[in-house]
């Protein structure tokens, strides 16, 4: 049993965590405990501390206990009105306009399985050996006449809780949910540092470290999309915690829109991490008989440090969060159009380059932005999904065939969310964009956002696309998003529906991905949004990866899939080897080192491979025999950051180790070459002590052999000169 309910403590347990909570004598849901696993009989309740404390202020019930405060007591769901100034969850204002909410437990329940949440993205059970248990607490206020249910389900063998909220209004008045959160945690005690992933367009997910001191930390968004510049993802952690050591817990948002941490040490050494809707511009109405649901959260803890963490979290994303054919298994090879030619191409060009790039291994071609409307420049045409057949010279069917001819499976680019007003959608429709009312609007990138609030424009948007998915023989899409939302006003809307465009626009997002992916259940969407800037659960839902940074230089990337691997897995992080001089920066690197970075993910190219010389062309066919060779690890194995590529500044190494231990594959960029340098000594991490491997491919040293013991405990010597950006990977298999 994960869960076990014992008297007034419900006990939820995992193979190696367990989290526990109190309903106290006054029907509040107080949080005991998350840590290591506990016996299910272990009644964490001593720890909470029950203190009079001056200017906390106790629940009229307490009577004269002024040690009762809720200003004090961890929680699992703080809520404005109980006298907790804290971070709260919820903020509710009556139809008097009264903000002031009272929630007390009302009953509970555990069942098998796993909760889904209605029109949102939310984990699931994955096949019977993935044992999983759902909790479900029911407060409630008599006065509001709400109901909370607070949702936890929890996977055994993944020590990883989901929570996710329902409000119902039971009441004859209507209400405005101002603030709602989906997880509150309290971690009593320690000094902890906060992880964060900040980032810019081409910058994303570099990890921020600092103290947790006692004002309130934020991590957010307000652009409409997770973006570039926050990630839902936070790492909360012992300050002496580090990749192998230390106690972590860490959040994740299944949500794409705007979204708020927020981690608060208070005044007795209780550290508060939160997680909801960012609730700016963030207005619900609840009408009489109406439920909301709030999107889910997914937690983890770890008692091993940072490594652990993200292995938790990379499992659960990979079988629990993306869904589909490909979601485990090896995606094809892929080549995309848009750094070799952009706007500038037509049919032929575009089949001499997927000829060439089939000539050389790769199993799929994408035609990216530029092949529907009138689409020659990057300020017009969006909105009009219809084929240029003049540019192209042909029907998409057909170039789709003349691809498939030339052995390869046929992709294309969309961008559902956009319009320019320079496009026939803009001319028919100009109602459609959001656009607040006697303003001119803000464009990003010559383009307005469409107003996916409103279903009639989701479905003439899905109408377009299907009539071109269903007439071509595309097995892929690339879903671009290319700026932020500004203008939040829906033509439709009513007054009282303002504060949830937004939301609503996000839930018209996943209208339109859930609709591609029951329609085409064999073809795969890789998520985009200018790079990655809607790189989160929720959209992993729908596209199972998603191209993680506009920038392709591979020295760049280093940085951005290092701090990417902290929440998300590499299956999900879409690569590819590109042109030198790097587009983005002018770099140079060789094509191994570019290969060996884009490995690291789901693997492709974005080049004219007819422009390499043969060398050149060689090793791209030896690259991609070696990508099939070691994908299963590179996907399906564990990744252990060796290197932290921001402070080491000498060299990036990065490990991957398959679950058995039978094999692994090390990568290692060398960044910086100084004179007279020490050769490096490579220490291996997660493999079998006690087993022999071979070093099956790795430069010079193949054809040794070591135990796991000297592997992992001095590690490889790299007894060989390396050039500035060169790169080397070391590929060792158990000797059985
Ligand atoms: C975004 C994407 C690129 C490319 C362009 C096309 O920037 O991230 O990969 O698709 O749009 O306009």
Redesign the pocket.
């Known amino acids: 049993m994960a869960i076990v309910n014992n008297k007034n403590l419900i006990t939820l347990s995992s193979k190696n965590s367990s989290y526990q909570m109190l309903i106290s004598p006054m029907g509040h849901v107080l949080h005991t405990y998350y840590g290591s696993r506990i016996a299910d009989s272990d009644d964490m309740s001593y720890s909470i501390a029950y203190v009079d404390r001056g200017n906390s202020g106790n629940p009229y019930d307490a009577g004269a206990d002024r040690t009762y405060s809720l200003d004090t007591l961890p929680q699992e769901f703080s809520f404005q009105g109980g006298g907790d100034y804290r971070i709260t969850c919820l903020e509710v204002q009556n139809s008097d306009g009264v903000f002031c909410a009272d929630l007390r437990y009302k009953s509970h329940s555990i069942s098998k399985g796993k909760y889904s949440i209605p029109n949102l993205p939310a984990s699931y059970q994955d096949g019977d050996n993935d044992p999983c248990e759902t909790l479900t607490i029911t407060l409630s206020d008599t006065v509001l006449n709400i109901e909370v249910d607070l949702l936890y389900s929890i996977f055994e063998e993944k020590d990883i809780i989901t929570r996710a909220v329902r409000v119902k209004n039971l009441g004859s008045e209507a209400l405005n949910i101002h603030k709602i959160y989906s997880a509150c945690l309290d971690i009593m005690g320690g000094e902890h540092d906060l992880i964060m992933f900040h980032g810019k367009h081409g910058e994303e997910r570099i990890p921020d470290r600092i103290a947790i001191g006692r004002s309130c930390h934020t991590v957010s968004s307000g652009r409409g999309h997770s973006s570039h510049h926050e990630n839902p993802f936070v790492i909360v952690c012992d300050q002496n915690a580090n990749e192998d050591f230390g106690e972590a817990y860490g959040m994740g948002f299944v949500y794409s829109g705007n979204f708020a941490a927020q981690v608060q040490k208070d005044a007795f050494q209780v550290t508060r991490m939160t997680m909801g809707i960012n609730s700016d511009m963030f207005i619900l109405p609840l009408n009489p008989g109406e439920v909301f649901d709030a999107p889910e959260t997914v937690m983890s803890y770890s008692a091993a440090g940072l490594t652990r963490l993200s292995h938790n979290f990379h499992s659960f994303i990979r079988h629990n969060i993306c869904r589909g054919k490909f979601k485990l298994t090896r995606r094809p090879v892929l080549i ?1 159009n ?1 750094e070799a030619t952009y706007f500038d191409f037509d049919g032929e060009k575009i089949e001499k380059i997927a000829r060439t790039a089939s000539e050389l291994g790769v199993e799929m071609f994408v035609l ?2 530029g092949w529907f409307g009138n689409r020659d420049l ?1 300020d017009k045409a969006l909105g009009d999904w219809f084929v240029n057949e003049e540019k192209l010279g042909c029907t998409m069917g057909e170039l789709a065939k003349k691809v498939n001819d030339a052995g390869m499976k046929f992709g294309l ?1 969309f ?1 559902p969310e956009m319009i320019n007003e320079n496009s026939q959608l803009f001319r028919n429709h100009p109602d459609w964009a959001f656009k607040t009312p006697d303003r001119n609007p803000i464009t990003g990138r010559s383009q307005l956002v469409l107003d996916f609030s409103r279903k009639e424009v989701v479905d003439e948007v899905f109408s377009m696309m299907t009539k071109i998915l269903d007439t071509a023989n595309i097995e892929y899409v ?1 879903w ?1 998003f ?1 700026r932020s939302i500004a203008d939040v006003f829906s033509a439709t809307a009513s007054v009282q529906n303002r504060g949830v465009i937004l939301h609503n626009f996000v839930l018209g997002t996943y209208d339109l991905a859930e609709r591609l992916n029951t329609r085409y259940p064999d073809m795969y969407i890789e998520g ?4 990655g800037g809607r790189f989160d659960m929720g959209m992993m839902y729908y596209t199972p990866q998603i ?1 993680c940074s ?1 920038n392709t230089d591979a020295i760049e990337r280093l940085r951005i899939q290092y701090g990417t691997s902290f929440g998300y897995p590499t299956s999900v992080v879409g690569s590819h080897v590109s042109a030198v001089p790097n587009h983005q920066t002018g770099r140079l690197t060789s094509i191994n080192t570019r290969g060996v970075v884009a490995m690291s993910g789901s693997f492709g190219y974005e080049l004219d491979l007819g422009l390499l010389n043969e060398d050149e062309k060689k090793e791209v066919t030896l690259q991609i025999e070696t990508f099939k060779k070691y994908w299963d690890v590179i996907h399906n194995g564990k990744y252990y950051r060796l290197t932290n590529p921001i402070s080491n500044t000498e060299y990036c190494a990065w490990l991957f180790v398959a679950d058995d231990k039978s094999k692994a594959l090390l990568n290692l960029v060398k960044t910086h070459k100084h004179f007279s340098e020490g050769r490096i000594y490579i220490p291996f991490k997660g493999l079998d002590p006690q087993k022999q491997y071979l070093i099956e491919d790795g430069n010079v040293l193949t054809g040794q052999t070591f135990s796991g013991a000297a592997l992992m405990g001095r590690g490889l010597y790299l007894d060989y000169d390396m050039n500035e950006y060169d790169a080397t990977q070391i590929y060792i298999t158990e000797v059985k």
């Open positions: 995309n848009w990216d932005d990057d680019w961008e690339k671009d290319n985009c949004c200018g790079g191209w506009d």
